[in-house]
């Protein structure tokens, strides 16, 4: 008899339950009983619409909300080199933080400026990018960006002393923003898995010179999944953050607005991760490095560290699911809704 516990055998005995049609279940950990916890709201549309959970997480102790990060776009601190380049610089703290994920489950993360995921660094094609890196975390860790830039500033270990910074430690990466696109960054130290999985991303978009053109809305989802009882396994799959939110949380968006999605998979332990859009169809634009769509359809799959730029419009008022198109990724938190508004 095999005695490993499936992760749906975990989220039984853990005492968590996915809220159906028919209605919902509650979530409690070992050591959180139900009375120790605040009395949770109702919530509107997750018995309606699907899987779901009863309440919410505290974002104020977690010192973010999803919903904030949709929008939350980093410049940094802009100001012009000698030579006329515009300097954009950033600070960013790695550390330890617990993440309550769902209500009553924590999970012991390792966050870049305590959020997952991680600011996203946006600017323009041909800037000059500096990022102050400190280690406040009692792991090495280290910055890895996607794009073109000097091997010294690649953030992996052997490539200079900003592959691996040390506990209290911290390094400048410098470098000039190209190509323009969305892209990502993440921890670079080995295990490598296992620093991804515990938080350690975000997103890097780089305009093009002369923009794009003009939508809406613009939001960022980063995909990605948690591994609460560290079997190589994940339990739970999020966008921004926490799983479920966004059902919880619908995005308000109105009818005949063009909305544009930079969307990045940073998933582990899974080979492939999706986005599904119901009721619609949207432009897509692989890695965002082309000004033209590739293709025009509801659904794309992205691999780990595959992104790209999803455009679309709503002709009539609703409420309308996105997901992954993977039902066990859906049921487990990797869904939401857009709620549109005459």
């Known amino acids: 008899m095999n005695s490993k516990l499936s992760r749906r055998d975990f989220l039984k005995l853990g005492g968590v339950a996915l809220a159906g049609a028919a209605g919902m279940g ?3 950990s070992k050591n959180v009983s139900a009375s120790t916890k605040t009395p949770m709201p109702q919530i509107p549309h997750s018995d309606d619409f699907g899987p ?9 102790a977690n010192r973010f909300n999803p919903t904030d990060l949709l929008s939350d776009f980093d410049y940094g601190v802009v100001s012009t080199l000698p030579n006329g380049q515009t300097l ?3 600070e960013i703290l790695a550390a330890n933080q617990n993440i309550e994920v769902v209500p009553g489950i924590e999970f012991p993360a390792w966050t870049y400026n305590g959020r997952i995921p991680g600011p996203t660094i946006r600017c323009t094609e041909g800037d ?3 990022i102050n890196f400190i280690n406040g975390s009692d792991h090495p860790h280290s910055m890895h960006f996607h794009g073109v830039h000097p091997v010294e500033m690649d953030g992996v270990p052997g490539t200079g002393p900003g592959g691996s910074v040390a506990p209290g430690g911290s390094f400048v990466y410098e470098f ?6 969305i892209h990502l960054y993440h921890c670079h130290v080995f295990p490598l898995a296992r620093h991804v999985a515990k938080g350690l991303y975000g ?9 794009r053109p003009p939508v809406d809305q613009e939001m960022i989802m980063v995909m990605h999944g948690f591994d609460i009882d560290f079997d190589n396994t994940n339990d739970f799959y999020a966008v921004n953050g926490i799983p479920f939110h966004y059902q919880i949380n619908p995005i308000q968006i109105k009818v005949n607005e063009t909305v544009r999605i930079y969307l990045v998979n940073i998933l582990e332990f899974d080979l492939i991760n999706s986005f599904h859009l119901h009721a619609n169809f949207f432009n897509y634009y692989p890695t965002g490095t082309s000004l ?8 794309i799959m992205q691999t ?3 992104r790209g730029i999803i455009e679309f419009s709503y002709k009539f008022p609703g409420m309308y699911m996105f997901h992954a198109h993977n039902t066990e990724f859906a049921e487990l938190g990797w869904t939401g809704m857009f709620e549109v508004i005459p």
Not at 203 to 211: L, M, Q
Not at 292 to 299: H, N
């Open 292 to 299: 033209t769509p590739a293709e025009f359809t509801d659904t």
């Open 304 to 306: 780990q560290a595959q």
């Open 26 to 28: 509650s979530i409690k």
């Open 88 to 90: 954009r610089e950033y």
């Open 176 to 181: 000039d923003a190209d190509p323009f696109g």
């Open 203 to 211: 997103a890097f978009i780089v305009d093009p010179k002369g923009g």
């Open 52 to 60: 779901g959970v009863v309440g919410e997480v505290d974002h104020k």
């Open 128 to 130: 000059r990018i500096r």
